[in-house]
């Protein structure tokens, strides 16, 4: 090795059954691309290269001739003087899932409005409120705090890729400190300002939605990537929320919005238009929904959890997937509506609820959490992306939803480094 860095390696080898996400001729699982009997390369925090395991030994030694003739250097002895061998015998590996949708900044719960729902309570939008107030009266310590929990909650789970929502906040100030403190913890940060009329402008929403796309905006945007808008019924009307989404993309920000929600409406029409990287939840869909999405580049992402906990019908991914929408899965990590941060529950609800297979639920919460965000460096194990991999304690991705409520995930590693371990 040349004088410098020093080159991190390690080798993941006696994987049983490898999801790269990559389809190729001679791989299995459709877009899953499974490699039987596979190794993984990672250098400095990236994938290097992804093969067979009888292949490892032969692909580093020809790889470090090639690189000891470039450097000048004495020929290396052995391949694996300098590479960290881990052999994960004959167990699964999948890429690190992708949350592409969490609302993890916020103060206090609301187990008991959960229990009343189980009594058989409706869920409505307008119990957002009450987390706006324990939000407010918490300190940024207090959420940091939090925040740190859910982090290492949703690392234990699998997931090395997160979004966080405001949304909780509603002031100028309360939101500016809740995308704040959400970029201390991810790069996925989303202005969502217009989640409800906060109590204050109950009766004057239009210039709630002012306050929104002026000193909000201006204050939460230097520290977003995107902005989110929740169009429904009882948060915000079609028009409000394309004001506030065009207000955000003309500085810069991505749009994503949730939609479809409680009942048919114009979320999923408005964020094709003005092509949003994905429109969540999509629980009631016309037909003209779905060919729209369809026909664009924006991503569905379904909220498994939101309906278990909502008692409300599950989406039917089976007929987007079967019109040729791109289908992500998400947890909708919040107090109100989704009080789970496990992408793994998130699957084995999917399989048995929502029409999907195993190998698809596992696409969607990883590739398909990826292409939500707009990210390729994530979501898959290729050369070149980021070394965000997950060792299942089990033979095979089906394992996820076959065995619901098990912790099936026994490490994980981000960037190449090793941060669950079970
Ligand atoms: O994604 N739908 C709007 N917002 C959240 C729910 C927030 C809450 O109930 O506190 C959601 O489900
Ligand atoms: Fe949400």
Redesign the pocket.
């Known amino acids: 090795m040349s004088d410098g860095a020093v080159t991190e390696r390690m080798l993941l080898t006696g994987i049983g059954e490898l999801v790269t996400n990559e389809p190729a001729p001679d791989r299995e699982g459709g877009p899953l691309g499974i490699v039987r009997d596979a190794a993984v390369l990672v250098e400095d925090g990236r994938i290097a290269w992804v093969g067979r395991g009888t292949h490892a030994s032969e692909h580093l030694a020809r790889r470090d001739e090639r690189e000891d003739r470039r450097e000048g250097d004495e020929h290396r002895t052995l391949w694996d003087a300098d590479v960290e061998v881990v052999d994960v015998g004959g167990r699964a590996v999948i890429p690190g899932f992708v949350d592409s949708h969490t ?1 993890l900044v916020f103060g206090g719960d609301r187990a008991e409005e959960f229990a009343a729902r189980m009594a058989g309570r409706r869920y409505e ?1 307008g ?2 409120r009450s ?1 706006v107030a324990a939000t407010r009266a918490a300190s940024d310590d207090e959420l940091r705090a939090r925040l740190a929990a859910f982090v290492a909650e949703l690392h234990d789970q699998g997931t090395t890729t997160f979004e966080v929502k405001s949304g909780y906040g509603l002031s100028v100030a309360d939101e500016e400190r809740l995308v704040r403190l959400a970029g201390e913890v991810t790069d996925e940060v989303t202005f969502l300002g217009a ?1 409800v009329v906060p109590a204050e402008y109950a009766d004057a929403p239009d210039a709630y939605v002012e306050l929104v796309v002026g000193e909000m905006l201006a204050a939460c945007a230097p520290h977003a990537r995107w902005i989110d808008a ?1 169009c429904e019924r009882g948060a915000f009307t079609p028009e409000q929320s394309r004001r506030v989404l065009d207000a955000g993309a003309a500085l810069g920000l991505g749009i994503r919005v ?1 939609g479809n ?1 409680l009942g048919e409406g114009d979320g999923v029409r408005l964020a094709v238009e003005l092509g949003a990287a994905s429109v969540d ?1 999509c629980t009631y869909l016309s037909e003209a929904d779905v060919a729209a999405l369809a026909a664009s580049d924006t991503v569905a992402t379904l909220l498994p959890g ?1 309906e278990f906990s909502t008692r409300q019908p599950y989406p039917d991914a089976r007929r987007l997937i079967d019109a040729g929408v791109t289908v992500a899965l998400a947890s ?1 990590c ?5 009080f789970t941060s496990s992408m793994p529950f998130c699957i084995a609800v999917a399989v048995r609820d929502m029409g999907m297979t195993p190998a698809e639920t596992v696409w969607a919460s990883t590739a398909g959490g990826a292409a939500a965000l707009r990210r390729t460096d994530v979501g898959a194990i290729r050369p070149g992306a980021r070394a965000d991999l997950v060792l299942l304690d089990a033979p095979s991705h089906v394992h996820l939803a076959y065995r619901p409520g098990v912790p099936l995930v026994a490490r994980v590693w981000k960037d190449g480094a090793l941060i669950t371990e079970r």
């Open positions: 609302h939008a119990g957002i987390t989640h929740f949730h929600q939840h939101v909708d919040n107090p109100g509506s989704s």
